[in-house]
């Protein structure tokens, strides 16, 4: 039974940061692949970022240089820092969290496990 809690969102102006965390809990969060998607409005739900249980990443084109995933694997947590943000990055964002140590993927449907998602949005 694996929950995923997804922190508060918030609003920021273009070219701001924001840290999202998400607490895991109903197991061990080393032993799992993680990662964060976003879906905005009349669009597929994406990936964003995604890392394995021993910190290998790997990010959408759209968000390199610009966010970082990590994980506190102590504390069963999930990060997102998200700096420079623009408007193209207001969303829903969802954590989510695989069966497995190595990440099958970044599509959603390579992941088990889902949060309720938070939502971020970047004015201009």
């Known amino acids: 039974q694996v929950q995923l809690v997804e922190s508060r969102g918030g609003s920021v102006q273009a070219g701001g940061s924001l840290r999202l965390s998400c607490a895991a809990s109903g197991y061990t969060a080393s032993s799992r692949c993680m990662g964060w998607f976003r879906q905005a409005p009349g669009k597929e739900r994406e990936g964003v970022a995604v890392i394995s249980s021993w910190g290998t990443t790997v990010y959408a084109d759209s968000v390199k240089g610009r966010f970082t995933i990590s994980r506190d694997n102590a504390k069963n947590t999930l990060f997102l820092q998200m700096n420079s943000l623009q408007p193209e990055d207001t969303a829903m964002y969802y954590c989510?969290?695989?069966?497995?140590?190595?990440?099958?993927?970044?599509?959603?449907?390579?992941?088990?496990?889902w949060g309720q998602g938070t939502q971020v949005t970047v004015s201009s």
């Open positions: 989510a969290a695989d069966a497995y140590r190595e990440c099958r993927g970044t599509e959603p449907t390579d992941f088990g496990y």
